[in-house]
């Protein structure tokens, strides 16, 4: 969880993501910061990210991206 | 034309307006009756028989293309379900290590489906509409290198509502191969999906999820959906009786013979067009969402607000948002999800930082989503400017942010500050403005023409009361477009703190509840624009 606070932080700096349940719905990451994001989690995690995941229920929250990841690599 | 031979196929053009008496008194209350009065259990059968007709009675023969459109996507879907059934089977066999690979040759085997069914609706959409244009810039283009040759424009006719059921086709056959819904197995329930007569002529495009299921379990109409929905009509009407038609004879004369008026006229042109076509096309969308309302059914909105946004980029998060997120899903992700363009971010990223890296990959996406919007708007090349013209800005409002942020750091000024956001606010309205000049023009050149004007030119001289009853306007016009405008305004602002003014009506007692109503219906009786001295005029979508 860490590391994936301090790439959400390296993308969009000045933002809780502890506790931000909102990050789409309240336009925090816009789509290029979606963009960089998916660049930089499939890097990280080796996962893929296909378009159909790039749903607010997904990127809403730092705890939605991980459950995200963690059902991907179990997944492939 | 008498009334019988107003109920031929194709004789009620009329009706494509929600506003016009043909729909709002000989076509919705008899539906209305006939769907409280049967039984739960046939009430869906009621609504697609409704759209059906309406769809006859609009476009006669041409309901042919609903048809085989419905029955495509029915098809596409029961094909793809049945490559799903086959790889979940194939799957459960395999070992955990081989399964990866075997879901990747069904996937092929999916993409390819996928591929023919976008390819055929979208083919037909592209020959359908744009045949014409493509043969007349042939044609140009023989001319130019002398080429004796001049080929034969087509005139091919178009349904109604093609390109907004022809997206929601395309949309509905993408989330099955997604698996985001299932293949639906009742042909009726997609019938009434792709069909239902409110959104058919303007939108707003639905997804599958949003709309199907709550269209088929159609509910008994309530007393809160028929009161909430008729005082959504009626706002809707207000806006488009009372402003935007108020405003077409204006807006016409200034379009149709620009060479007779100074810039400044002609910049007032395009400020009342972009106001026209706002109150226009929400106007239908507050009728469109009322009418569902009434049936129970809650449909995606259209609008919010678009003229607060402070940037061009959220201007359009706001206006005709279903479509802005039909291409956000089904082409820009889409695009910047593939690997080239997932590995061109990687390495833009990692030169050109967290901001700008993104951006070329994005810019890449954003290009081919405003150059589609462009198209989806239109067969001319105007069109197609306006789509890049919203592209050019978008983009450059993002590579200019960092430097501005930087600017206002240095200069210690609050970026949120009111009087900043006013002036964003401003500022974007304007370029909206500027893009909704070529929007209108007729042809591209001719928007250059009148952009030229409206800058060398700028100039309001002789716009007294004779040019304005030369334009087909007078004082009361402005004054009563003005104060209705005040009030849209005023239920805007409560919109955007939250405030639901229905809400607040509802709590209210009868009396008050009553006194609204009938205001409201008198402010459109007696302020609207219609009968004698006024041309009907088309919802301004209908026709893309």
Known sequence: ?76 | MDLASMFLGGSASAMTSFFSLTFLFLFLPPCLIVYAAVPKAAKKYILLTASLIFFWLVSSVLIIYLFLTVLSVFLFGKWLDRIQIKMKAALSKTEKEKRKELKQQFVQKQRKVLLLAVLLHIGLLLVLKYSGFFTQNVNSLLWLMNVPIELEIPKLLMPLGISFFTLQAVSYITDVYHGLVKADKNILRLALFMSFFPQIVEGPICRYSQTAEQLWNAEQIRYKNLTYGLQRILYGMMKKLVIADRLNPMVKAIFDSPNNYHGGIIFLGAVCYTVQLYMDFSGSMDAVMGIAEIFGVKMPENFQRPFFSISISEFWKRWHITLGTWFKDYIFYPVTSTKKMKNLTSNARKKLGNHYGPLVAGGIALFCVWFCNGLWHGSDWNYIFFGLYHFVMILTGNMVTPLANKFFKKVRLDPNCFAYKVFRIVRTSLFVVIGELFFRSPGMGRGFELFGRMVSDFSFTGLNNVLLKKLSVDVQDFIIIAFTLAVVFIVSVLNEKGVCIRDQIAKRNIVIRWCVFYALIMFIIIFGAYGFGYIPVDPMYANF
């Open chain 1, 1 to 76: 969880m860490d590391r994936l606070i301090e790439i959400l932080e390296d993308i969009k700096p000045d933002v809780d993501y502890a506790t931000c349940e909102t990050l789409i719905d309240s336009h925090i990451l816009e789509s290029l910061d979606i963009i960089s994001l998916i660049a930089e989690l499939e890097e990280e995690y080796g996962v893929t990210i296909p378009a159909i995941e790039i749903v607010p229920e997904n990127f809403n929250s730092a705890q939605r991206i991980k459950k995200m990841i963690e059902r991907l690599e179990e997944e492939y």
